[in-house]
């Protein structure tokens, strides 16, 4: 079962995504190593000896409805209970709210041994801290006061309600309305679709953060707003009050992640204690400016679903590897003469899919690792903030699109590992694959990904930003050809940054020249050409430190990274022939 | 719902996979173009009528085992025998035992729209469709003339009984055991696990093909025979006698595929009605040569796996195009000033995933349906029936790992296409990757494909025969040049074309060295760059007849095809990395 990767989470933390640096900081002057180390093992040891033996159960028995209320996976609810108690809720919450002020790059290391654990399980509080990180940027004092420190805790959870029929990947088209109320409140009536732990029994209240639209608003997305709806009312005092006008009436039936409870939301439908139609809601931030408020929340939550791709890819990857070093088929060419089957693992092409897995894998950690301290120094360190706002901005794509697909593509490895054993649900591999799939297409697919690396990041400052970051990667190519086991895949990671330097310019050319239509055309193999030169250089960077990264890190440039050429050739020349052939598409 | 793509079909078989040349040959003298017209119109008319509506039940219901007695899904039985009683089952049948005699290129046809229908369906014919072949080509004329024509007519079924628990890819480690009886029968004892259609209530009888060995045989691969060991032993007038002490003992819980169940086998446990213990078999060809014979029959099923990963990827790229029709999500730049929302399929994102789809799609079916031309051009060919059966042999495993790994990615690609809805099971969506996903994995995986490519395939003929393949694709981009619509890819066909030989020039050098370890390490690469390379020209050689046809094959070339430069360097430089980096495994 999974033994939380403590090696390779402090190797990525301090000498990929400088951690050390961040501890220089006067805000996180108080965190020393030993500290992180600490937290870092009790996380292990929690994830180890309490969420993962539940994965299976968890998808087996999934959750359950009857009447509007939700049942969790038998033994979900302690464990629950136990993990908030262990205060693993709070760890990057306002420090005035009860949280511990944490940076984010210890969060997402733990959250990856969460999610390690079980997908299902973590996901709750991923949303509640996307809550959290909005009320803490956009609530008044009286909205944070009443439910910032619960929601901190994990007392009470979060949720996200964006999603309606028509309106998906396009928030434009949502249509959940909102009254104003005599109090200064609100009433909301709709429905929401897609909703994760929408409903459940972890916790006494939910509060869910909620789009809709005035009755005097502009069309599209300028016309929605924000709202905190609870499942009960709060009191004064703090205690809980009438019960809302909100209510689960369905759980879909998924893939995987049967743990997680994907509700449908009703609001408004005069079911409630409250005495009056229309779920009461409270505004965040201002009318009409709810979508930039929801984009604090899923910036955050687009870095938490990268780190379930790592997660999901580094179960997968350990549950490969320890079938294909006890599994014996054949007798590897390297074997004794007269010895008998040899470990699978031996084999030359179970342990490509085996290092590709691993490549994959740290590379997409190293990616989430660095958006995330991207993250804390933008709070850390004024002099730079906005650099380090930008780093973030750039890297979030990366990180959610890279991971997610990593997570799908070492899964799908992991069951061909396994051979027909992997097709057997009691190997638990093909849970990991189902569970996967999800990720790259909630929190924004990974198209609109793509669409935000090109048209929203590529810009930033006046385009220069992108440059240096490539210049930061070429700086450890230099490092890596004085280095004896590096210099070898140099030529490699200097023709991926040819490569992705060349794509890039491609890319901002078109956005001047106003050829929008081109740069989406090849968003996606850009998406992917920049993530495997990140990822590369990244793998390099912590080669500088030892023999085993060196390794890993030549491996990953002279297999996975040589995708970059053919992806160039994409982004330049696939755009005129895809608007040309999109006529096929016509007919079956 | 799924339509039978006839116009996809008929140009594949008549203008790649030589069709008309398979005509003039004497043997097929007799089929006309209006026949086969005929044949896949009602083809098409069954799979979309009656096998496609129980795909969903199929899956939601899956096969079930009750006092060693499996019941298929409800509906399941009446379909099957209004398919054979539709004569689909005999097909390809020696006429002499009531089979229609005709070409396997017609029946790879066929067989794609029955599993686009449902794969978990049609996988029972495609056992059987192996046993006939193993019987006509190994079996004694008393066994022909008990079995073969039932098996034809689809009356009984067939299975193949390869795999152990401790005996998968390896078969030279099975321990099935065979003892010779008095009467020249052999009794048989032993476990077998993933067992397709191993137990079932479609046929009266079931026809199991097991390997076992003698008590005299010589250890590894050369000392296993074939028997074939009827549920139901035969009497001399044909009618079924006793019960033969073969059970099935167990159903796998799989990832998908679950209307086709997957036994254990449990064989001399004493249960029959024999009176005596042990399952009564009878030797199929000579005695510790039945791998050959099972060979003969993996073959074939080879091919048909590919066939499966064709039909799965066409299903899913059906709904995949279908719903992005359908689907309005955001305004497409295209899209007239102040229009609503767009269907998604005008977003390049989503156009290109599914030009990608479609792609894969036709260059998989081009290959299998060219490996199928080339097995009957081996039989009716007489003048060249080595050179057509070393065609035959060079892309099995082409067809087989690259439709089926195609199948896999077009149906996630087709996940993704569905955005949150393809989470969804009800959509669809999902199951077709669930059912796909063993496709790579069973009728040996697509790493043992790629070491038979290599280290069988590639020195056929003193390694001459892919280098004659090689040069008649070549021909295929002269031709394209000379077109208005593919000249423009004509340079990426002929640098794929070097790429592919400068790579089979390599690993064919490694082999004349003895190095076998590198050549090894490249296989899959390989197998993969030669499989989109050969895809690309076929596509190629469709788009020489019609527009739409190039504007598939230009996509692919600009697009798709890409990835071989990447797969080229990994071919040449992956291998000693791969071997230094193994040290990786060692520990997580």
């Not at 993962?52 to 996976?73: F, M, S």
């Not at 309600?161 to 709709?190: H, W």
Request: proline share 3%.
């Amino acid at each position: 079962m999974y033994r939380a990767p403590l090696n390779q989470i402090s190797q990525t933390l301090n000498q990929v995504a400088g951690l050390p640096e961040l501890l220089k900081t006067e805000l996180f002057s108080e965190l020393s190593p030993d500290i992180i180390d600490a937290i870092l093992q009790e996380a292990a040891r929690f994830s180890e000896t309490r969420i993962t033996p539940l994965r299976t159960k968890g998808d087996q028995q999934g959750a359950t409805l009857k009447n509007a209320e939700v049942t969790t996976t038998e033994g979900w609810k302690a464990l629950y209970k136990d993990w908030t108690d262990g205060g693993w809720n709070a760890l990057t919450g306002d420090t005035a709210y009860g949280g511990q002020g944490l940076p984010t790059l210890l969060s997402v290391a733990v959250a990856e041994m969460w999610n390690s654990g079980s997908l299902g399980f973590a996901i709750a509080s991923t949303l509640t801290m996307g809550a959290v990180e909005a009320l803490e940027h956009h609530a008044s004092d009286a909205l944070k006061n009443t439910y910032l420190e619960k929601l901190i805790s994990g007392e009470w959870s979060g949720t996200m309600n964006l999603t309606e029929p028509q309106a998906g990947s396009d928030l434009g088209a949502l249509r959940s309305r909102a009254e104003r109320a005599d109090d200064g409140s609100y009433r909301i009536f709709g429905q929401k679709i897609f909703i994760t732990y929408g409903e459940h029994d972890l916790t006494d209240n939910i509060v869910h953060l909620v789009l809709a639209r005035l009755p005097d608003a502009p069309a599209g997305t300028k016309g929605i707003s924000l709202f905190l709806v609870p499942k009960y009312l709060v009191n004064e005092d703090g205690s809980l009050g009438a019960r809302n006008d909100v209510f689960c009436a369905g759980l879909e039936e998924k893939l995987g992640l049967h743990a997680s409870p994907t509700c449908t939301m009703i609001y408004g439908d005069g079911f409630g204690d409250t005495g009056e139609k229309g779920a009461v809601g409270y505004l965040i931030g201002e009318e009409h400016k709810g979508l930039a408020c929801m984009f604090t929340m899923m910036n955050n939550a687009r870095l938490l679903v990268g780190i379930q791709g790592v997660a999901v890819a580094e179960a997968a990857y350990q549950k490969a590897r320890a079938y294909a070093a006890e599994r014996r088929q054949g007798r590897s060419l390297n074997a004794a003469k007269g010895a008998g089957m040899s470990p699978i693992i031996e084999h030359p092409d179970v342990a490509r899919m085996l290092l590709t897995m691993k490549g994959l894998t740290q590379a997409s950690r190293s990616i989430c690792y660095a958006t995330a301290q991207a993250l804390d120094m933008a709070k850390a360190d004024h002099a730079n903030g906005t650099f380090w706002a930008n780093r973030a901005s750039l890297l979030t794509p990366l990180a959610k699109a890279f991971s997610t697909d990593s997570g799908v593509d070492v899964a799908s490895l992991g069951i061909q590992v396994h051979g027909g054993m992997g097709y057997i649900e009691e190997t638990g591999a093909a849970q990991l694959l189902r569970d996967a799939r999800i990720l790259p297409i909630y929190e924004g697919t990974n198209g609109i990904q793509a669409i935000d690396l090109v048209m929203r990041k590529l810009p930033l400052e006046n385009g220069g930003h992108i440059h240096g970051f490539l210049q930061e990667l070429r700086d450890i190519t230099e490092q890596a050809k004085a280095s004896d086991t590096l210099k070898i895949i140099a030529p490699q990671l200097e023709l991926a940054l040819n490569t992705a330097e060349e794509a890039t310019r491609f890319l901002q050319d078109c956005i001047v020249k106003g050829d929008n239509q081109t740069a989406l055309c090849g968003a996606t193999a850009y998406q992917r050409l920049l993530s495997l030169t990140v990822g590369a250089l990244y793998l390099t960077k912590a080669g500088l430190h030892d023999d085993n990264s060196a390794a890993l890190a030549a491996f990953f440039a002279q297999n996975t990274l040589q995708e970059t050429a053919g992806l160039k050739q994409v982004v330049l020349d696939g755009a005129a022939n895809l608007t040309y052939a999109t006529k096929l598409l016509q007919d079956i």
